[in-house]
């Protein structure tokens, strides 16, 4: 598991109980190519809108804004624990040998994906 919280990382080796802290967070997110999950600051009261709307029948919600997507998602980034998204070629060995979790897909819309670099989006996989 990875949390970011006071900038320390936090991992449990899946074989192990024991709990593993590393202070230097930075040199494993700058290994994994991590950045940060853009989200708008409105993402709580879009998501219960879409959510709660009688017009369409929502598959799924953008992990960036909370707009509903229509149908299935055709965009994702694949994150880490955070969530944190790392480029979708990333060599998930690397993520194992620190133990941090991969969270999987997050689905995201067509507009939110111009926020990313290329690298980091990824079609959609569920």
Not at 15 to 43: G, S, V
Not at 103 to 108: D, H, L, V
Request: glycine content about 8%; proline content about 6%.
């Amino acid at each position: 598991m990875l949390t970011n919280q006071n900038k320390e990382l936090h991992l449990y080796k899946s074989n192990e109980k024991k709990e593993i802290k590393m202070e230097n967070t930075e040199k494993i997110y700058k290994e994994l190519k991590a950045i940060d999950l853009i989200m708008t600051p409105t993402y709580f009261d879009t998501l219960e809108k879409y959510e709660n709307s009688q017009k369409y029948d929502y598959v799924d919600f953008c992990s960036c804004c909370g707009r509903g997507i229509k149908g299935q998602p055709k965009f994702g980034l694949l994150t880490l624990g955070g969530p944190m998204p790392i480029p979708v070629d990333s060599d998930l060995n690397a993520a194992n040998y620190y133990g941090v979790e991969i969270q999987g897909w997050f689905p995201i819309g067509s507009e939110c994906k111009k926020l990313y670099p290329k690298e980091y989006i990824g079609k959609w996989q569920f």
